[in-house]
Each structure stands twice: as C-alpha cells, then as structure tokens.
C-alpha cells in the first residue's frame, strides 16, 4: 500500500475511536476519489445505511458536467442533506474519513449545513 493510503487508514482509526453515530445521531461520513466524492449517512447501532448520494447519483447526474469537484462536492451535500430531511433525521455527527477537512470534504460539509443539517 502507498504511504500516503496507509497515513489516511491511520487517521481514519483515530477519528472513528471518537466520532460514533447513533439512531438519534448518524454518522455522516465521506468518502473521496480522484474523480468522484461519496456521503452515506451510517446508524452503527444497527450497522445500516441510512442514506446516500454522490456525483454518481441519479439526482445529479445531469447537473455536473462543468461543475468543478468541488462545486460537485457543494451539491452532494445539498443533496445528501434533502434526503436526510425527508426522513426526518435532523443531527448526524461527521465523519471526515481520516480525510483533511479542506477542499471537497469542507464544501460538502458546509453545503449540508446551509441545506439544514446540524453537526
């Protein structure tokens, strides 16, 4: 594995001995590759999804073709957060995936917020 794979298992480790979602509070957590930037929304009392989205998603299929990744990432956001409303989950704890919260995982983040999440 390359160095840089391995420091970010390292860190992911470290966070996720803290951060724990909960029915009541579910774990947002993102996942980030070159192209493409997934968010699911994790209950680990019962280890199931909640909800997701990504650049790959349906809903935005169609809306992404000059977007830049990180205008990509403020969508997915938007969207994970509307999904999250309608199924009347309010609160999650985020999960930066041992990720540095900058760029793609900051928009993303910041775009759920404004679309009415708390974390």
Do not use: W
């Not at 579910?26 to 199931?48: C, E, M, N, W």
């Not at 809306?63 to 830049?68: A, E, I």
């Amino acid at each position: 594995m390359a160095m840089k794979i391995v420091g970010r298992e390292r860190r992911k480790l470290r966070i996720r001995k803290k951060v724990n979602g909960s029915t009541a509070r579910p774990r947002l957590t993102v996942f980030r590759s070159a192209k493409h930037i997934y968010a699911q929304v994790i209950d680990d009392t019962t280890g199931q999804t909640v909800a997701h989205a990504s650049t790959l998603s349906k809903d935005l299929k169609g809306t992404l073709d000059n977007d830049n990744k990180v205008d990509a990432a403020k969508k997915v956001g938007a969207l994970i957060a509307k999904i999250c409303k309608s199924k009347k989950i309010d609160r999650v704890v985020f999960d930066r995936n041992g990720y540095l919260y900058h760029g793609r995982v900051s928009a993303l983040a910041q775009a759920a917020r404004e679309a009415g999440l708390e974390f």
